[in-house]
T-cell receptor, first 119, second 112 residues
């Protein structure tokens, strides 16, 4: 089946530094990828939609200058958390649509997630 | 405003019995619903979905029921197995889009 790979799975950084998270579709091309964030005991919240070859679309309340998204190829999207602060500590998950699925046209495949801890 | 709610944060069920996980939504325009399962330190994996034109969809041990008038869906797992222990998220979306609105999840523990 479709696989979405996310790297790194865990990262710890100092406050003020930038962190890049990669999301790759391994066996399919994804013109669109989605970035979610999950705080402890909360639901996954959509942050932005990453579009190959064009600008990302951000959800209301998400700072585009803070969370830089680049979708340079059909298999890779990156999320860069710039000047990270402790409040950015969270679980970041990417997802992609692997073409049309027999079980439903709206099914997304998720990566394993990246846990960011900002000290 | 939480548009998709899972009011039970946790559920414990004996192995072999039925697990019923519930989900309520507020937006009647949602027309596609999904259930995902998530193990610790992993991303969510797709389980089963249902469109609003149906009221039931079955896949092996998993059945999703949709009650549009009550804006309620449920996931039934029969028989429950210890490997089913995970956090289950329901999600709602609009058919043709990939913008999912997730619930807060229900942690299912199946006791051997």
């Amino acid at each position: 089946g479709a696989v979405v790979s996310q790297h790194p799975s865990r990262v710890i950084c100092k406050s003020g530094t930038s962190v890049k998270i990669e999301c790759r579709s391994l066996d399919f091309q994804a013109t669109t990828m989605f970035w979610y964030r999950q705080f402890p005991k909360q639901s996954l919240m959509l942050m932005a939609t990453s579009n190959e070859g064009s600008k990302a679309t951000y959800e209301q309340g998400v700072e585009k200058d803070k969370f830089l998204i680049n979708h340079a190829s059909l298999t890779l999207s990156t999320l860069t958390v710039t000047s990270a602060h402790p409040e950015d500590s969270s679980f970041y998950i990417c997802s992609a649509r692997a073409g049309t699925a027999l079980s439903g046209a709206n099914v997304l495949t998720f990566g394993a997630g990246s846990r960011l801890t900002v000290l | 405003d939480q548009q998709v709610k899972q009011n039970s944060p946790s559920l414990s069920v004996q192995e072999g019995r039925i697990s019923i996980l519930n989900c309520d939504y507020t937006n009647s325009m949602f027309d596609y619903f999904l259930w995902y399962k998530k193990y610790p330190a992993e991303g969510p994996t797709f389980l089963i979905s249902i469109s609003s034109i149906k009221d039931k969809n079955e896949d092996g041990r998993f059945t999703v029921f949709l009650n549009k008038s009550a804006k309620h869906l449920s996931l039934h797992i029969v028989p429950s197995q210890p490997g089913d222990s995970a956090v289950y998220f329901c999600a709602a979306s609009f058919l043709g889009t990939y913008k999912y609105i997730f619930g807060t999840g229900t942690r299912l523990k199946v006791l051997a």
